[in-house]
């Protein structure tokens, strides 16, 4: 015969295992000869979302480290740009892998880079933190005063409030009347976490209660007595702030 047998299946078997070797090394390289394989440290969605953070970013970085490394940045750094910093610290995980490539440093993206260099500043993160407290200390400040006053507003207009003396006398008056011979019965005054429990004490036909009563007395006696809320107007708004405010 003028051909060689040919043993197709064994050619079929050769050349198709050589052609997937050949595509999955074009896969691995679909950067292209003499680009750079990008690292892609950073999560995808992630580092799209520090891009973001990144173009508030307006100091250059050279300044940037600087301003930190002293924590006098305050005026070079703005807040808003303090807080895209806060955003832009790396994770622990990240910041390992990041420390740990030895790569080339073109294979990193801008934001990476960026992290990189941010993390190489000594205590970077309290830094930050410090300055930001710095920036917004006076404003904080200004907060705080303005619900000192009004709670020490409060607690004036409610020391010197003739009607609801009488309004809370009242309610004494009555409450040591039924208590009359027991050890509770002369007190000198009562805890403010009584007044809801007015409403708990029913009259003996059950369609009124203590508080109903009162309100029933001192209307028929003293009807100015009832219109007590204008003598504490700050009142409401004090009670509207918050314990650890006051505590700060």
């Known amino acids: 015969s003028c051909s060689i047998d040919v043993n197709y299946s064994e050619f079929e078997e050769e050349f198709q295992a050589k052609a997937a070797v050949v595509k999955m090394a074009k ?21 799209h979302n520090l891009g973001i953070k990144l173009r508030m970013v307006s100091v250059p970085q050279h300044m940037l480290s600087e301003a930190l490394g002293k924590s006098k940045g305050d005026d070079i750094v703005s807040l808003p740009t303090l807080m895209a910093l806060q955003e832009l610290l790396p994770q622990s995980e990240e910041l390992e892998k990041l420390t740990s490539w030895e790569g080339s440093m073109d294979a990193l993206n801008a934001t990476e880079k960026f992290m990189l260099t941010l993390s190489g500043v000594p205590m970077v993160s309290a830094r930050i933190e410090a300055l930001i407290f710095k920036h917004s200390f006076e404003a904080h400040f200004d907060d705080v005063l303005l619900c000192a006053e009004t709670v020490l507003n409060a607690c004036q207009e409610l020391k010197s409030s003739k009607k609801l003396s009488i309004l809370l006398s009242t309610i004494l008056s009555h409450g040591n009347y039924m208590n009359g011979g027991t050890a509770r019965g002369n007190a000198l005054g009562f805890k403010l976490d009584t007044l809801p429990k007015l409403t708990d004490l029913k009259t003996a036909d059950g369609k009124s209660n203590l508080l109903r009563y009162i309100m029933k007395i001192v209307e028929a006696k003293q009807p100015e007595v009832l219109s007590f809320l204008d003598e504490i107007g700050s009142v409401p708004a004090a009670s509207r702030v918050l314990p650890h405010v006051m505590s700060a």
């Open 27 to 47: 896969k691995s390289s679909d950067a292209g000869e003499g680009e750079i394989q990008m690292a892609n440290i950073i999560d995808h969605k992630r580092a």
